[in-house]
């Protein structure tokens, strides 16, 4: 697993051992009601609360904090004359204040004493970024020729697309699509009791893999809670999951992000289903757009409309390249628990080191090979687009390393592509698979461009198995009574 953060490296490092040498200097005394407070505060004391002030007059005014030899110093203020020296009625001298933030002896300040003062208080003490740097660089910045960074293998090529056994938890999935996160949660040992699809193709090449699920293909909004409780033999409360991939087109940041874009409200049949289910869990997918830039406030009234439909809800950007998948795919994942388990939603950490794409040559046909016209238009499109100063290009796929997003729609002189040599492919549909991480052996209904738009739409399956093992583990695992219901699932 990647820890994006550093460790502790140390001890802390006390107030006296900072300022060996420089002990004997001090900055400016203290005076009037300062002074009168500092006389009663002990070593290590603040008045943040107004505790000494209120002894000495009565009421609460100033921050003041004593300094303490023998502790760590505290958060140095951007206010001057805050801190005093423990054996002294003196605040600590530029040099000392210095150690205490880690800025070097030679390092100087312009200005008085308090404009120092105040850039030291504003800083981020150097020693601290400089660990934080080094662990950025060297979790994901080295260079392979300093450190060994083995590909991450492709697990799921040959994994089963209906795995055999007992299952954890039951899904009812919405938006499915052509079933990546289906595919993900059977792999999680969760078991789909119904998926909802109104889009033809995607319905085909759905039942053309996961057999024995019921699929409704049907506009969401004509689908009625009571219809899918018979359907599962449930009742409200009993489902573990309720899955959702609202059409993302109108958040996207491929698109113009419409605040009217009626795909926008799809979230809100979602949310009409949600409430009737009264899952224990749910989970909803979207594209990063709906949390950047004047769509902030839509994700708000998403947000609000979750949690007043009784759950606790988080949600996290996350990338599915840390999660097993060869593809940077940013996506929005809420995750929600319903209020009367008192459980709180929490998101995984990345798992691996990011997974890089594998190239398969022999399993392309004429299909994906441009002709020397189309490489032509395709270069001097994005030369075009590249005097803009924007990214409307064509994106070479690099063996070795993350695919970029797949979108949804195929246009042959902006899609990502392999170039070796002078020849342009696209990929083949064994490798879209790969970059999506679906087995070889998932099917795709209808022609390539139809394969490339189920791609573009769909949750990779690495990406959601590891996000329902993390919900199986760390949320519904914690219910007494799931406990007891799964122990016998077959």
Known sequence: MVNFHPKAQMKPI??????EGVRHQVGPAITGQALRIARVMPPGACNGSGKFSRQVLGRKVCYLTRLHYKKVAPTLTKSPRAHILLDSNCCPSLAQAKRIASFPDAFCFVGSWDQGWERIGNSVPPRFMEAIASHVYATFLC???????????????????????????????????????????????????????????????????????????????????????????????????????????GFSTAGKRQLDDPRNSLFKEYVRLLRGLQPKVFVMENVSGMVKGHMKHVFAIVMR?????????????????????????ERVIFIGVRNDLNIEPSHLLAQTKVTG??????????????????????????????????GFGFT?????????????????????????????????????????????????????????????????????????????TNILSKIPEHAEETSHAQ
């Not at 409309?305 to 795919?329: D, I, T």
């Open 143 to 249: 260079p392979s020729d300093t450190k060994e960074q083995p590909n991450m293998p492709l697990d799921f090529i040959d994994k089963p697309i209906n795995p055999s056994g007992p299952y954890k938890f039951t899904v009812i999935t919405t938006f499915a699509g052509c079933g990546g996160s289906s595919l993900g949660y059977k792999w999680a040992r969760g078991k789909i009791l119904a998926a909802v699809e109104w889009d033809d193709n995607a319905v085909a090449t759905y039942r053309l893999n996961h057999h024995g699920t019921p699929v409704i293909h049907r506009d969401i909004a004509k689908v009625t809670v009571e219809e899918l409780l018979d359907l599962t033999g449930l009742r409200p409360g009993e489902l573990d999951i309720f899955d959702g991939s609202p059409p993302c087109q």
């Open 357 to 390: 794409i594998e190239s398969a040559p022999k399993t392309r046909t004429q299909e994906q090979r441009y002709t020397e016209h189309e490489i032509a238009m395709s270069i001097a499109h994005r030369k075009r687009h590249e005097a803009k100063g924007n």
């Open 396 to 472: 070479v796929l690099q063996p070795g390393k993350p695919s970029c997003t797949f979108p949804k729609t195929l246009i042959k002189f902006t899609s990502p592509r392999f170039v070796e040599g002078k020849e342009h492919w696209l990929p083949s549909t064994i490798e879209m698979n790969r970059i999506a991480s679906f087995p070889d052996r998932f099917q795709f209904a209808g022609s390539y461009k139809d394969q490339w738009a189920r791609i573009g739409n769909s949750v990779p399956p690495r990406f959601m198995e590891a996000i329902a093992s993390h919900i199986y």
């Open 14 to 19: 006390i107030f006296e051992k900072a300022i």
């Open 305 to 329: 409309e979750l949690k007043a439909s009784g759950y606790q809800v988080k949600c996290q950007l996350m990338n599915a390249k840390y999660f097993g998948v060869p593809q940077s795919r």
